[in-house]
Nanobody, 122 residues
Framework: QVQLVESGGGSVQAGGSLRLSCAASGLSNSNNCMGWFRQAPGKERERVGYIYTGGGYTIYSDSVKGRFTISQDNAKNTLYLQMNSLKPEDTAMYYC???????????????WGQGTQVTVSS
């Protein structure tokens, strides 16, 4: 059984930093995609970025590029999202997801965590 458990969310002032963690269990080697998504109230869930777990190649959305960094610790089966220079518009529920195939598409992600809230005040 696959489980993804996010942690590390909280409240921070604009310009601050947070690091989110996603502890994964039950994934197989065929799950080559792990990603971070976010959803603000009244908005659709959007992709923040993803990593191809085999090679560690990462892609970010334009809105977070240069501020957010995705990394993985294979020994701990944990995915991270380092968020710097946070802005009020980054406020959202952040979700970790895992899947297989073309990581570009949301449909590739079969497994989702419960989410962790990030609130950035101005």
């Amino acid at each position: 059984q696959v489980q993804l458990v996010e942690s590390g969310g909280g409240s921070v002032q604009a310009g601050g930093s947070l690091r989110l963690s996603c502890a994964a269990s039950g994934l197989s080697n065929s799950n080559n995609c792990m990603g971070w998504f976010r959803q603000a109230p009244g908005k659709e869930r959007e992709r923040v970025g993803y990593i191809y777990t085999g090679g560690g190649y990462t892609i970010y959305s334009d809105s977070v590029k240069g501020r957010f960094t995705i990394s993985q610790d294979n020994a701990k089966n944990t995915l991270y999202l380092q968020m710097n220079s946070l802005k009020p518009e980054d406020t959202a529920m952040y979700y970790c997801a895992a899947g297989r195939g073309n990581c570009v598409f949301k449909s590739a992600y079969q497994y989702w965590g419960q989410g962790t809230q990030v609130t950035v005040s101005s």
